[in-house]
């Protein structure tokens, strides 16, 4: 799987919603290895959205169509700055993989200088589920500096916010705190889905 993460300022954020289901609408059909979607905005305006493709190759051959150039040409004027594009060829899926049905969605951006250990523990499905059954699942996608970027699908925001108040086991809180301790959360709190 392949992710490409957009981010960029938007107050405009009604007519942005309204390209991207256009986009849906009109040009999904015709983008080969297309999978979906997570997007949404910021309480402060950010824009993020985490596009899944099988491969980097189908997301390549996508972005070279005219007409995605001129789509794309759009929604970057949409933006009140410039947009910023991550793109991650190595990407785990945890849990279920996230979920069209989740109600609230947190974008963690961070770096780490251990991106195997940070796979294995997500890989740890079990302590996840025990510790967090809110957390429906999620996708970690790794650039090769170590900068990555987790989206994490939630039931809601209220037993989201009642997970973060439990307490993990001291083995796991000591790591939680190394990978999280300068990365930055982003709280999409109406998010929504696309779907191939």
Not at 7 to 15: A, F, L, P, V
Not at 67 to 83: I, N, S, Y
Not at 109 to 123: C, F, H, I, N, V
């Amino acid at each position: 799987m392949f992710i490409q993460i957009i981010q960029g300022t938007c107050t405009r954020q009604d007519e942005l919603r309204a390209l991207i289901d256009e986009w849906r609408r009109d040009l999904a059909p015709g983008a080969t290895g297309w999978l979906g979607g997570t997007y949404g905005f910021t309480d402060d305006d950010q824009f993020i959205g985490v596009v899944r493709f099988e491969s980097r190759n189908a997301a390549s051959a996508n972005s070279e169509r005219p007409q995605q150039g001129a789509w794309a040409e759009r929604m970057t004027a949409l933006l009140d700055g410039p947009a910023e594009f991550h793109d991650c060829d190595d990407v785990t899926l945890f849990l279920d993989g996230g979920s069209d049905e989740a109600g609230f969605v947190q974008i963690i951006r961070g770096k780490t200088d251990d991106p195997e250990r940070l796979k294995s523990m997500l890989a740890n499905i079990g302590a996840i589920r025990d510790l967090r059954p809110e957390i429906i699942g999620g996708s970690l996608a790794l650039e090769p500096d170590g900068t990555f970027t987790e989206t994490v699908a939630f039931t809601t925001e209220e037993a989201a916010r009642a997970g973060e108040g439990k307490e993990p086991p001291e083995e796991v809180r000591g790591e939680l705190e190394q990978f999280f301790k300068d990365a930055t959360f982003y709280d999409l709190r109406n998010p929504w889905f696309e779907s191939a």
